[in-house]
């Protein structure tokens, strides 16, 4: 495997609130997009590591949302926008094991208070906007670095 892909992709997935169902598999798809690039694994599993959290950040939180990706010889930038809540302290957001998940997503094995953390530091840059009763938009890079 090379540890840098040669051409270009760029693409979008549409994400469905409360359709667990579903959940996860936007993510698995970039997962898929990556390998077949030649992305090293390593920079693979840090990607899918964070698009899931956002995925599933999306699933639990909102009625919609979508992902769009661009994988380029020097970096991946996946941007998940969605309609939702929003997040009112996104400080306190970025702390560990802090969550306002609904006890009926807890007991479903979510909410843990891991994703946005996860997604810092499973990403090169991180930037969020949020705006309270509109939605969020997570701005992700990942480097890809030929060792």
Same mark, same amino acid.
């Given at each position: 495997?090379?540890?840098?892909?040669?051409?270009?992709?760029?693409?979008?997935?549409?994400?469905?609130? *409360?359709?667990?169902? @579903?959940?996860?598999?936007?993510?698995?798809?970039?997962?898929?997009?990556?390998? *077949?690039?030649?992305?090293?694994?390593?920079?693979? %599993?840090?990607?899918?590591?964070?698009?899931?959290?956002?995925?599933? @950040?999306?699933? &639990? #939180?909102?009625?919609?949302?979508?992902? %769009? #990706?661009?994988?380029?010889?020097? #970096?991946? /930038?996946?941007?998940?926008?969605?309609?939702?809540?929003?997040?009112?302290?996104?400080?306190?957001?970025?702390?560990?094991? #802090? +969550?306002?998940? +609904?006890?009926?997503? %807890?007991?479903?094995?979510?909410?843990?208070?891991?994703?946005?953390? @996860?997604? /810092?530091?499973?990403?090169?840059?991180?930037?969020?906007? +949020?705006?309270?009763?509109?939605?969020?938009?997570?701005?992700?890079?990942? @480097? &890809?670095?030929?060792?």
């Amino acid at each position: 495997m090379q540890d840098k892909p040669t051409k270009t992709a760029e693409g979008v997935f549409f994400i469905t609130g *409360k359709d667990f169902a @579903n959940a996860g598999v936007a993510s698995c798809e970039l997962k898929s997009i990556l390998e *077949k690039m030649g992305v090293d694994r390593g920079i693979v %599993r840090r990607a899918a590591i964070s698009v899931f959290e956002a995925e599933m @950040n999306v699933v &639990i #939180y909102t009625p919609a949302g979508m992902m %769009r #990706y661009k994988v380029t010889p020097d #970096y991946i /930038k996946i941007v998940v926008e969605d309609v939702g809540p929003g997040i009112e302290n996104i400080d306190l957001a970025m702390t560990e094991g #802090y +969550s306002t998940a +609904s006890d009926d997503i %807890r007991s479903m094995g979510f909410g843990s208070g891991m994703g946005l953390p @996860n997604i /810092k530091r499973n990403t090169d840059e991180l930037s969020i906007l +949020s705006i309270p009763g509109i939605g969020t938009t997570l701005e992700m890079v990942i @480097n &890809i670095k030929k060792e």
